[in-house]
C-alpha cells in the first residue's frame, strides 16, 4: 500500500515523496509473505470494482512501471480463475454472490456438479451442489515483485525511500474558528475535490517522528503501516481495529500428474489451494483454541507454524476433494500477518477523522495485495486534489468505524 501510494504519488501528480521503513528487507510485511492471488469475486460492488480495476492495471503493468534503463517489470501474472465450491448449506449465498458479480460486470460461471466434474476430472465432486468458476481477472502473480516494481518506479519518479521506524507526529491543533473563512475559499476553488468527501477541517500534521529522534517534515501523512498501522493511529487520536493475524501457508508436492487447468479452489471446508510452481500451496483458517488449536491470537511469533493444522484439517480435506492429493507431501511452510480489520474485514483507506491532511490505507486483511494498484491510484489523487480512473475510496473511508457501518463482504477468506 505504502510503495503503491507512494508511486502514484509521485509519477502521476509530481509530488515529492518518502517513504519511511523500519525493516527495508520487510521480513514481516505481508506484503511479502502473501499468496498473491486476485479475484473477483467479491460479495460487495466496492471489492469487486477495485480488482477489476487493479487487474487491468496488473495486466499492462510493464507499460505503467517500467523504468528507463532497467529490465521490465516481470510479476507472472497467470489468471486460471478462483473456484468456490458449496455443497447445498453455502448453495444459496453463492448464487446470490453470481448474480451481484455478473450485475458488477465480473465474468464468472455458476457450474453444477456434473458440469464441475466434466471440467475438472481430477475433482471429487461427492456432495458438491454447485461450484462458481471465474473466467477472467482471476488468479495469480508474484507480490514481492509487484511490491519491488511499484518501489523502483517510485524511485524513478523521485521518491525517497529511508529506513526509519515511525513512532508518533509533530502536529498543529485546528485554527478552526480563524480559518474557517480561509478555508471556505479554499473549498471553493477545489480543495473539496482535494480532499474529498472526507476532508476534515481538523489539526493538521507537521512531522513524522521516528525512533532515533529524525524528523520528517510533510505537507501530508499516510499510515500504511499493515497490521502495525492501529498504534500510530493512535498517536493521532484515531482508533483503528487491525491487528496481526497469522496465517499459515503451506508449499506441498505432488507426485501426481498435474491437475489440468486448476484454479484457485475453495473448498466448502474452507481450505483453499491453488498449483505453485510444479507443487501447490494451500491453506485455511486458524484451528480454535475449543478444538485444541492456538485459536487466532494478536501477533503470535511468524515461526509457530501449526503444522496440526495441515494434518487435522488441511490435508484430510485436500485429500478428499482430490483423489490424487493421497501422496502430497508437505515440502515447506511460511506464514504471514492479515493486517485484520476486526471490524468488517475489508480496507480502510481515506482522509484520519479530525485531520486535514493525515489519511490512511490498511486493514485489507486477506485482500491488500490485489487492491494495492487500484488503492493506491485513488488515494493518491485524493492527497493530491488530482484525478484517477481508479474507483472511488469513499465507501473505503475509515469514519464508517466511528459510524458503526459495516461492509458487508461475504466472500472472506
Ligand atoms: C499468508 C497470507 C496470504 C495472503 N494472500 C493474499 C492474496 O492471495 N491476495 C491478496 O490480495 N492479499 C493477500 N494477503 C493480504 C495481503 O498480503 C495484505 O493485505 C497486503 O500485503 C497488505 O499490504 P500493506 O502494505 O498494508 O502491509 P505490509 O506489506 O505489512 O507493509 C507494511 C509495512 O510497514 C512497515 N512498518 C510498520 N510499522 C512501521 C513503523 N512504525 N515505521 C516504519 N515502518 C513501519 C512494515 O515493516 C511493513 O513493511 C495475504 C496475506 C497473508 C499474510
Not at 509473505?33 to 480488482?51: E, V, Y
Not at 457450474?111 to 481477472?137: I, K, M, Y
Not at 508437505?330 to 485484520?340: D, I, L, Q
Amino acid at each position: 500500500m505504502g510503495a503503491a501510494t507512494a508511486c502514484f504519488l509521485a509519477r502521476d501528480h509530481g509530488l515529492r515523496v518518502t517513504v519511511l521503513e523500519r525493516d527495508p528487507l520487510y521480513r514481516r510485511a505481508s506484503s511479502a509473505l502473501s499468496a498473491s492471488s486476485i479475484r473477483q469475486q467479491f460479495s460487495s460492488p466496492i471489492n469487486i470494482a477495485l480488482a477489476a480495476w487493479s487487474v487491468d492495471f496488473l495486466r499492462r503493468l510493464e507499460d505503467e512501471l517500467s523504468v528507463p534503463g532497467e529490465a521490465p517489470p516481470a510479476i507472472g501474472l497467470v489468471e486460471p480463475g478462483y473456484l468456490y465450491l458449496a455443497t447445498e448449506a453455502g448453495a444459496r449465498t453463492l448464487t446470490d454472490n453470481h448474480t451481484l458479480q455478473c450485475q458488477a460486470g465480473a465474468e464468472v460461471a455458476l457450474l453444477s456438479a456434473a458440469q464441475l466434474q466434466q471440467r475438472f476430472a481430477w475433482l471429487n465432486v461427492e456432495g458438491l451442489v454447485t461450484g462458481s468458476l471465474g473466467l477472467r481477472g482471476e488468479g495469480w502473480f508474484d507480490g514481492p515483485a509487484l511490491h519491488q516494481a511499484f518501489r523502483l518506479k517510485a524511485i524513478a519518479c523521485g521518491a525517497r525511500f529511508v529506513k526509519a521506524a515511525a513512532v508518533g507526529f509533530e502536529t498543529a491543533r485546528a485554527l478552526q474558528d480563524r480559518l474557517e473563512v480561509g478555508l471556505e475559499n479554499v473549498v471553493k476553488i477545489g480543495l473539496a475535490d482535494a480532499l474529498g468527501q472526507g476532508a476534515q477541517r481538523g489539526s493538521t500534521v507537521k512531522a513524522v517522528v521516528a525512533q532515533d529522534g529524525r524528523r520528517f517534515a510533510a505537507g501530508a501523512v499516510v499510515l500504511t503501516a499493515g497490521a502495525w498501522s492501529g498504534p500510530l493511529a493512535a498517536q493521532l487520536g484515531v482508533s483503528l481495529p487491525v491487528s496481526a493475524k497469522k496465517r499459515d501457508v503451506f508449499v506441498l508436492d505432488s507426485p501426481a500428474a498435474p491437475l489440468a487447468g486448476c484454479p484457485l479452489v475453495i473448498d466448502p471446508s474452507g481450505v483453499w489451494f491453488r498449483p505453485e510452481g510444479r507443487g501447490f500451496i494451500a491453506g485455511g483458517p486458524p484451528r480454535p483454541a475449543e478444538a485444541g488449536g492456538p485459536g487466532d491470537p494478536d501477533e503470535p511469533p511468524l515461526e509457530a507454524i501449526d503444522h496440526a493444522l495441515f494434518d487435522e484439517v488441511i490435508w484430510p480435506a485436500l485429500a478428499h476433494r482430490v483423489p490424487a492429493f493421497e501422496a502430497l507431501r508437505v515440502r515447506s511452510a511460511w506464514a504471514g500477518y492479515y493486517e485484520m480489520n476486526t471490524f468488517d474485514h475489508n480496507g480502510l483507506a481515506g482522509p484520519l477523522l479530525g485531520w486535514a491532511n493525515a489519511y490512511t490505507a490498511c486493514g485489507f486483511s486477506g485482500h491488500g495485495m490485489q487492491q494495492a494498484p487500484a488503492v493506491g491510484s485513488a488515494l493518491a489523487a485524493l492527497i493530491a486534489g488530482g484525478t484517477s480512473t481508479a474507483p472511488s475510496l469513499d465507501e473505503l473511508h475509515p469514519r464508517r468505524v466511528a459510524e458503526g457501518r459495516r461492509i458487508v463482504e461475504r466472500n472472506i477468506i
